[in-house]
């Protein structure tokens, strides 16, 4: 029973404390439209280069204000573009300022359209009050010409570049011959060896719009490049683009796959995807279309069942293959000495599509093979690529030959090291693989007989063990071997 009056007690007095406090209630205001006004201080920009000056007083008499919101179009009716847009924070009875916004060169903003201030105040009660500054107008930077560019001067996959025609206002590059993906920035000025002018404008994607970039924008990422790619396309060959609009649009070959290879007729002569001339001399060849498990014939190899491809080729009869590889474009070379067929992936392809490998005693499968002497991604002599036969899992045939090496006491001349990427990009640790079928060293860094440490870490290196002969190289990132297996 006591228990029970003291906590009525208790409630009774917080009651009455809490009757006694102050109550806070919010000030209301009358309703009043804010008075507000503006100017435009330039009478004409230059879109992409020029900023404008607005002066901006907002007053009240009876209620505070609250915010003000700028927004910026070029354009009129259904032309017009946002190009910017900013909400300030106003307070007490007046606010008055001179805003400054840059007046960016955006697609759809056209020669000589109005820019416009749209200038909306609001008072703490939600009144609002609006007004358009006008007064100024925009015009196009001078884009007199225009390059389709590579991205940087390491991407090779379009070379150096190429100038596009003006058409009726729309620029056009024809016959171009790329390949079904690429990247590009498309440039006012692009200048030798693949270097792009940014003192011009230069388009490329920001927030997957193609916008004009600054070299800032791209190195910073807040930019990129531009996709162009089809998978139903042999190659691509025309791309055009439209300066106002920004609308780019390209077509291309239509890709089928082939039945037949003629050497003579459908290979060139040192083909020039071949960087090596030395070595593209000895070799005819060209991009070809070939479809996964389709019978390809070829014509004018000597012996086809020794010139077939033994990773990407399967020998039926006569001068029949079946292919191998999944359907897509890829590099055919003919080696016309050894009566061999190379067949590569385009070489912008990466993992998990492809990988290569590199070194020194690699060479490839022919009756009469001849061994690498050293490292580089400058011909189909120096470098291998292997055939996807699982996910992440690599298969090259090759001739290995291991010698004596006069730097190292146990280890032989063989020593070579997987890329998954033509031109050096990401290399694979020899280390961190268990070799099985030869005496194949994963490295580690290893000691020269004079007691330097030499550069193989990483490496795939031989013991002093003889090698001689052509071999099936199976690299499995799952479970991160490297199997060796005698064909002949």
């Known amino acids: 029973m006591k228990t029970t009056v003291k906590i009525f007690l208790f409630c009774a007095l917080c009651s009455v404390i809490a009757a006694c406090q102050p109550t806070e209630f919010r000030t209301v205001y009358p309703n009043e439209t804010p008075q507000v006004s503006g100017s435009i201080l330039q009478k004409e920009v230059l879109y992409g280069t020029d900023s404008i000056d607005i002066t901006v007083k907002v007053t009240a008499e009876k209620t505070p204000l609250s915010t003000l919101t700028v927004m910026l179009t070029a354009g009129e009716r259904e032309n017009t573009k946002k190009i910017s847009q900013e909400v300030i924070r106003t307070k007490d009875y007046s606010f008055e300022t001179t805003l400054r916004y840059a007046v960016p060169f955006g697609a759809g903003m ?23 500054v006008e007064g100024c107008i925009g015009h196009r930077p001078s884009v007199p010409s225009l390059y389709i560019m ?5 991407y090779t996959v379009i070379g150096k570049g190429r100038q596009m025609e003006r058409e009726d206002d729309i620029f056009i590059a024809k016959d171009l011959g790329y390949p ?5 920035l498309l440039a006012t000025v692009g200048t030798k060896f693949g270097r792009i002018d940014w003192s011009q404008p230069v388009f490329g994607m920001v927030d997957g719009e193609i916008s004009v970039i600054t070299e800032d924008m791209f190195n910073s990422g807040i930019a990129t ?31 089928m796959p082939v039945a037949k290879i ?29 479809d996964k498990d389709s019978e390809v014939e070829i014509i004018g190899a000597q012996d086809v069942s020794k010139a077939y491809n033994l990773d990407y080729m399967e ?5 029949k293959v079946r292919f191998l590889g999944e359907k897509g ?3 055919v070379s003919y080696k016309v000495e050894a009566d061999y067929l190379v067949v590569e992936p385009l070489y912008e392809l990466t993992a998990p599509e492809v990988m290569y490998v590199c070194g020194v005693g690699l060479g490839h499968p022919t009756y009469t093979p001849q061994a690498t002497s050293g490292w580089g991604f400058d011909s189909p002599d120096q470098n291998f690529v292997g055939r996807t036969v699982a996910p992440k899992v690599y298969q090259f045939t090759l001739y290995m030959l291991n010698g004596e090496n006069a730097d190292y006491d146990d280890y032989g001349s063989l020593n070579f090291k997987f890329f998954h990427q033509h031109g050096w990009g990401g290399e694979e640790a020899g280390n961190n693989y268990e070799q099985v079928g030869l005496n194949i060293y994963g490295s580690a860094g290893i000691t020269k007989k004079d007691g330097s440490t030499g550069n193989e870490t990483g490496n795939w290196i031989a013991t002093a063990a003889p090698i001689d002969g052509i071999y099936r190289i199976t690299l499995d990132m799952n479970n991160m071997t490297t199997t060796y297996e005698k064909v002949r």
């Open 262 to 290: 003629d050497i003579e007729n459908d290979l060139e002569e040192a083909p020039k995807y071949i960087s090596s001339s030395t070595v593209a001399k000895k070799y005819r060849g060209a991009k070809i279309f070939l």
């Open 315 to 319: 020998y039926i009869s006569g001068n």
């Open 150 to 154: 590579p991205p940087t001067i390491q």
């Open 225 to 255: 490049s531009i996709l162009i790619e089809n998978d139903n396309y042999e190659t691509i060959d025309t791309v055009r683009f439209d300066p106002v609009t920004f609308n780019l649009t390209f077509g291309g070959k239509v890709a």
């Open 329 to 331: 474009m890829y590099y």
């Open 110 to 132: 056209g020669e000589g359209a109005p820019i416009k201030a749209w200038l909306t105040a609001e008072n703490v009660e939600g009144d609002k009050a609006e007004v358009v």
């Open 180 to 184: 079904k993906s690429f990247e590009c």
